[in-house]
């Protein structure tokens, strides 16, 4: 009995193979969601490698040699600039017009009861489940009827129905998930109404209304469906000019464009959360 207890391994020992295991278990999440943001990226970075590429031909398919001659004229190709400009203005307003109607909707939804809420809220987000050729397809109709000329205005209006749902849904979220306490304790404290939505409950809801004029802008500037329905014939955003393009063969700078774009977000993002590391350790 005791050359058998002696043999026997002790009980809390454990083997060196199981450390790596352990790990792995512990960190799986953590390595999934690095790799499925990893995979996300891909995309990004092959654009930002051949907007300083130096194609042959037409088609900037393949790498030929290095070159930055893209990123110092930018605007080199006739009408791209122009086609940028008008997408930028176009997600502009409609970022703001769907950010302060969307903000006023989501307050009323969240806040108050009335006849025909919960109608309001599955009809809020019927233009996020509809398919985009569809909504196109049914807002290009409705100018059509009402003569209305296509152009910037109907470009415009037909994004800030497709946004504005958008924004309802992240600033409601946001509202929802604030202590009302806070409102409460400012009244107590001699608030006005206004003094209280300006210094309690507008600072509680920006984060969410930023995510949702964040995601109105990436959609409106990216949107080419929509866009090509209710589109005019002078009115060719950069969506429709890149489409236009790669049947001819995609210019180099358009690569440029897109990597632009894509820093100008990642830094806004990373500004953003350094900014709030800073307020939660100060």
């Given at each position: 009995?005791s050359?058998?207890?002696?043999a026997?391994?002790?009980?809390?020992?454990?083997?060196?193979?199981?450390?790596?295991?352990?790990?792995?278990r512990?960190?799986?999440?953590v390595?999934?969601?690095?790799?499925?943001?990893?995979?996300?990226?891909?995309?990004?970075?092959?654009?930002?490698?051949?907007?300083?590429?130096?194609?042959?031909?037409?088609?900037?398919?393949?790498?030929?040699?290095?070159?930055?001659?893209?990123?110092?004229?930018?605007?080199?190709?006739?009408?791209m600039?122009?086609?940028?400009?008008?997408?930028?203005?176009?997600?502009?307003?409609?970022?703001?017009?769907?950010?302060?109607?969307g903000?006023?909707?989501?307050?009323?939804?969240?806040?108050?009861?009335?006849?025909?809420?919960s109608?309001?809220?599955?009809?809020?987000?019927?233009?996020?489940?509809?398919?985009e050729?569809?909504?196109?397809?049914?807002?290009?109709?409705?100018?059509?009827?009402?003569?209305?000329?296509?152009?910037?205005?109907?470009?415009?209006?037909?994004?800030?129905?497709?946004?504005?749902?958008?924004?309802?849904?992240?600033?409601?979220?946001?509202?929802?998930?604030?202590?009302?306490?806070?409102?409460?304790?400012?009244?107590?404290?001699?608030?006005?109404p206004?003094?209280?939505?300006?210094?309690?409950?507008?600072?509680?809801?920006?984060?969410?209304?930023?995510?949702?004029?964040?995601?109105?802008?990436?959609?409106?500037?990216?949107?080419?469906?929509?866009?090509?329905?209710?589109?005019?014939?002078?009115?060719?955003?950069?969506?429709?000019?890149?489409?236009?393009?790669?049947?001819?063969?995609?210019?180099?700078?358009?690569?440029?464009?897109?990597?632009?774009?894509?820093?100008?977000?990642?830094?806004?993002?990373?500004?953003?959360?350094?900014?709030?590391?800073?307020?939660?350790?100060?």
């Open positions: 009995m050359t058998t207890a002696q026997s391994p002790r009980s809390g020992a454990r083997s060196p193979a199981a450390a790596p295991v352990r790990w792995l512990r960190n799986a999440v390595l999934v969601g690095c790799l499925a943001l990893a995979y996300l990226l891909v995309p990004n970075l092959v654009v930002l490698l051949f907007s300083f590429n130096k194609p042959a031909g037409r088609f900037n398919y393949a790498w030929r040699s290095f070159s930055t001659d893209a990123w110092t004229d930018p605007c080199g190709v006739a009408d600039c122009g086609s940028l400009g008008l997408s930028l203005r176009i997600a502009l307003f409609a970022t703001l017009l769907a950010t302060v109607f903000t006023f909707a989501a307050f009323a939804l969240a806040r108050y009861r009335f006849r025909g809420k109608t309001t809220n599955a009809l809020i987000f019927l233009p996020m489940a509809m398919p050729v569809v909504m196109g397809a049914s807002v290009g109709t409705l100018f059509l009827n009402t003569r209305i000329e296509f152009g910037f205005v109907t470009i415009l209006i037909a994004h800030v129905m497709f946004c504005l749902s958008f924004v309802v849904v992240a600033v409601k979220a946001r509202v929802m998930s604030m202590d009302p306490r806070l409102e409460e304790a400012a009244r107590d404290l001699y608030a006005g206004f003094q209280t939505f300006w210094r309690v409950t507008l600072p509680l809801a920006a984060p969410g209304i930023a995510a949702g004029a964040m995601l109105s802008f990436a959609l409106s500037f990216d949107d080419f469906i929509i866009t090509q329905f209710n589109a005019g014939p002078s009115t060719v955003t950069f969506p429709m000019f890149v489409w236009g393009a790669a049947q001819r063969g995609v210019p180099v700078q358009v690569n440029v464009i897109g990597s632009a774009m894509f820093v100008l977000a990642l830094a806004i993002v990373l500004g953003g959360q350094i900014a709030a590391n800073r307020r939660k350790k100060s």
